[in-house]
């Protein structure tokens, strides 16, 4: 019988051969048919990722992305609050958009779902062959190939991003959409990290140096709202939109 530690060698061995077989095929030339036919494909299947997302999503109305890791279990209690801000979300008016995987993503699902409100969720393929989550509503589920198409679809339809503790991914996502305000591409829409024992380290990095060696500005700690429940959260969308006299019904 196969040990664990066997299967963990073989599962370790196989990665590090596909990984070596993605960094040698990066350094492989290419002739111009080759080229041609490979491009011309991943053109399409991008433009046909668009497609659906703008066709599926156009119409949702004022939603809210909900933000965070995959990794977290029922029982955590990242997971209740994520469950707990996507209902009152939706008993605000919102519907909620998640990444559509499990974690912080079902949870947000899950609570959108309860309080009988617009579910999205934007799946990605990926080699763990993550799936959607039961609760997304049936005509707005989505998945993608490529991180940047789905990330775009977040930033489209989205009037605001609750970001609850996470990974890599998390990161990633809070960083573009800081960097669009930042930069104007998309407008000022409320950005709110939940967890202040979380994410005070990253908040105080981002202060001592960032704000320090002048990479940011200190108008730029704005962009974002630090809670701790799932009220505040909900609280801080809801006043963002009070000061231009916008409802959910806008």
Not at 130 to 135: D, F, I, L, M, S
Not at 160 to 186: H, N, R, W, Y
Request: glycine share 10%; net charge negative; hydrophobic share 40%.
């Amino acid at each position: 019988m196969e040990t664990e530690m066997e299967k963990n060698g073989l599962e370790k061995n196989q990665h590090t051969s596909e990984d070596e077989h993605r960094i040698r095929k990066a350094f492989k030339d290419k002739d111009w048919a080759e080229i041609k036919s490979s491009d011309s494909w991943v053109i399409f299947k991008v433009m046909s990722e668009f497609v659906e997302g703008f066709e599926k999503l156009a119409k949702i109305g004022p939603c809210v992305t909900i933000f965070g890791s995959a990794r977290v279990k029922q029982e955590h209690p990242y997971y209740a609050m994520a469950e707990d801000i996507a209902y009152k979300l939706v008993q605000q008016g919102y519907g909620v958009i998640t990444g559509g995987g499990p974690g912080i993503m079902e949870a947000g699902n899950k609570g959108a779902k309860r309080a009988g409100g617009k579910s999205v969720g934007l799946n990605i393929y990926l080699p763990h062959e993550q799936k959607g989550n039961p609760y997304i509503d049936p005509d707005k589920l989505i998945t993608f190939d490529y991180f940047f198409v789905r990330k775009v679809m977040f930033m489209k339809y989205s009037q605001g991003f609750i970001v609850m503790p996470g990974g890599f991914g998390t990161i990633d996502e809070l960083s573009e959409a800081l960097t669009l305000i930042q930069t104007k591409k998309i407008g000022r829409f409320p950005i709110v990290l939940v967890g202040r024992k979380f994410w005070t380290g990253i908040i105080d990095w981002i202060k001592e140096v960032l704000v320090a060696d002048k990479m940011i500005s200190e108008e730029d700690l704005d962009l974002f709202n630090l809670v701790d429940t799932a009220d505040e959260a909900v609280e801080v969308i809801d006043e963002f939109y009070a000061k231009y006299l916008l409802s959910p019904n806008f």
